[in-house]
């Protein structure tokens, strides 16, 4: 698609995931993508600390994306991890209400470079994702999108996607969570 490649979010693409951030004020005002982690003494003190934190948990292993590359420059990551590892997610109380039993991954955040938003970045980085969870043993795989219902909105808003992006990733709907999110889910099979 496009020319575009990816990799994972780890040490040695730090350098890049940090440039993309750093273009663009540390993502929504400083949140480094955090907000989905664990609730951390450091995490919202400061957009510099939300960095120096990202940066420790890339380095310990304790956060996954695969980044969109085009040539050298990231342009966009899709955040995906454990339960565990992203167990902030909107709407959770009515989320567990419905849920039997958890999946063995969540992909939580989207980020595209404003250069190259509605020009298929999500889709690549959403195909890297399952790329390196089946590199990990694959399971059951959830998103929670937007459901747009077809209107237009903001690229800028859509931080969890879209629901047709995930349709055409072979998600298939589940149910409803809060007002204009859904549940989606695939099984991606060990690679």
């Not at 003190?45 to 948990?57: I, T």
């Not at 567990?96 to 989207?110: H, K, M, N, Q, S």
């Not at 459901?147 to 990733?169: C, H, M, P, V, W």
């Amino acid at each position: 698609m496009n020319g575009y490649t990816t990799r994972p979010l780890d040490p040695t693409t730090w350098n890049a995931f940090a440039e993309l951030a750093e273009r663009h004020n540390g993502v929504w005002g400083g949140c480094w993508c955090l907000w989905f982690h664990p609730a951390d003494d450091e995490r919202g003190q400061s957009p510099e600390g939300n960095r120096r934190l990202k940066e420790r948990m890339v380095r310990e292993g304790r956060t996954h994306a695969a980044l969109a590359f085009d040539g050298d420059v990231a342009v966009g990551w899709c955040q995906y991890g454990t339960p565990a590892e992203l167990p902030s997610i909107y709407h959770r109380k009515e989320y567990e209400a419905g849920v039997d039993v958890l999946p063995d991954y969540r992909i939580t955040c989207f980020f595209v470079d404003k250069r190259y938003r509605r020009k298929g970045v999500s889709a690549v980085a959403l195909r890297g994702a399952l790329e390196l969870i089946a590199s990990d043993g694959g399971g059951v795989v959830e998103a929670y999108p937007q459901d747009t219902q077809g209107k237009k909105i903001s690229a800028s808003f859509l931080y969890n996607g879209t629901r047709s992006l995930f349709e055409q990733a072979g998600f298939e709907y589940v149910r409803p969570k809060g007002k204009n999110h859904c549940v989606m889910s695939t099984t991606v099979a060990r690679a």
